[in-house]
Every structure is written in structure tokens, then in C-alpha cells.
């Protein structure tokens, strides 16, 4: 693992205020964080539970030479106000993020889910798909909101309370950040993924956590917006197979990231950043990929 000082991880904290600055946009329900680059066609960036905005910027950085790019911090991470609910559901953040582009002014955008993210982003594209050109899912998070899954949903929210409780942020960083990577990651990948866990706030990783276990993706499956799902080749945490499936529940096109782990937006930036690209492409010229 590489310390604050390390030269390489250092370089990545430099590039943010240069290359994808945050700002705090003022919404109904109190500021909402938000890292933005680039002009042209929006794309929309929205992290998973144990990440933020920045995690995004190697392909922000890319992605920005051709678009408008944003990513938040969802709402209780970092400087973005938590939501009302103890425990929101899809449909909450996804209400969050339309106040979001209405401020913004962003009438149309591809959005973008990764991981837990993609319970909003597909929320959001089932209740307002004219807002939506185009959405891709990338490693998504089912969520255990099944009634079929409630044992396991009970399992993983107890297990993620107590950990926040007996570990912290800190600790948890350490334990889990090695897991959201595949085992060719790089020194550097690795820290970036430390760094951006280490970062939670622990009472939007709460609502976080009821999201992941309250709520199901399938849910929003009756979607009219053109969607295309990719995961990670050695993604332990959602693995293709199950990627796979809910792309083909959802009639979606699937494709694997090659030497990629959960976090392939930090493993396989420039692959990400070229799949986003693409997806782009097609939402402008109404072509299929």
C-alpha cells in the first residue's frame, strides 16, 4: 500500500482541483458535492458504496477531451447533505439526482452506475427516461431488497453496522479496499482505492447500506432507455456471471473489462474511459453498440 506521500499517489490528489474541480451546487435539500470537466454532451458519474467522485477522474480526465462530465458525491458522502430517510430507497437518490440536472440544467445525459451507483441510475431511468439518452451499468449492485433474499439482506447489513461500529472508515479502508481490485492491480490502483474509501462518512454510508439491503435493481428493469451492463473479468464482489444475469433480465448487452476487479473505473481507466466513449457515441448518433 502506498502512504500520502508516495510520489504517484500524491500526483492523483494534485490532478483533482486541476483537472476535475469540486463544487458544491445549492439544491432544495441543502448542497450537493459534485466534481465537473469538460463541455459538450453530458455524462453522468455516479460511484458505488465504498467510493466518491473522485474516484472517477482518470476517465473524467479522458472522457472530458469530448464531453460535459460529472460526478457526484451521492448524497451523506463527502460534502453532499445526507437524504431525509434513515433508509431511502433507489427511487430517493434518484429524486436527489434529477433536482441534480434540473440544476445543472442538463436536459438529457448518459448516466452511468457503478456498482451501488446503478440502483439509482436505474431508478432514475425508469421514472424519467426522456432524461436519459443512454444508461450504463458497470459492475452493478443487485441490492437484497428481493423478498426471496431477506436472510442474506439481514446478513450483509448486519455484517456492514458492525464492521462501521468495531472497525471505523479508517479500518474498514485497510480491510477492504485490496477486495474491490483484481490481483494485477498496480501500487498506485490500489492506494486510489484506499484513499477514496478512507474518505466515507459514516452516516451516508448508512443510508448507503439500507439502499444495498432494502432495495432491488429488478425492480427498475422495466426500463425504456437504451442500457448496455460491463463488468470486470476478475470482479469478486460482483461477479460476472451475476452481471450477466441481470444484463439479460434487463435485455441488455453485456460485455466483460479485461484485467479488471470490482473497481475497474481505477484499475482500467483508459478501458472504461473507451467503453463510456463509445456509449456517448451511440447516444448521439442512435446507434446500437
Known sequence: MLHATDPSLAA??????????????ALADGPQAIREAGHGPAIVLLHGIGSGAASW????????QHARVIAWDAPGYGESTALDAPAPSAADYAR??????DALQIDDCVLVGHSLGALSAAALACSQPQRLRRLVLISPARGYGDPARAEQAHQVRSQRLHNLEQLGISQMASQRSAHMLSPMASAEARAWVHWNMARLQPPGYRQAIELL???????????TVPCEVHCGAADSITPPADCQ???AALG????????A?????IEQPEAVARLLAAALDASLTGTAL
Open 245 to 247: 444475469a441481470l444484463a
Open 213 to 223: 439491503c432494502g432495495d432491488d435493481l429488478l425492480r427498475y428493469a422495466a426500463c
Open 252 to 259: 441488455a448487452p453485456f460485455q466483460l473489462i479485461a484485467r
Open 57 to 64: 477522474l482518470q476517465v473524467a480526465v479522458q472522457l472530458s
Open 96 to 101: 436527489r439526482l434529477l433536482q441534480l440536472l
Open 12 to 25: 492523483l490528489q494534485a490532478q483533482l482541483p486541476q483537472r476535475f474541480p469540486q463544487r458544491l451546487v
Open 261 to 265: 476487479g470490482h473497481a475497474s473505473p
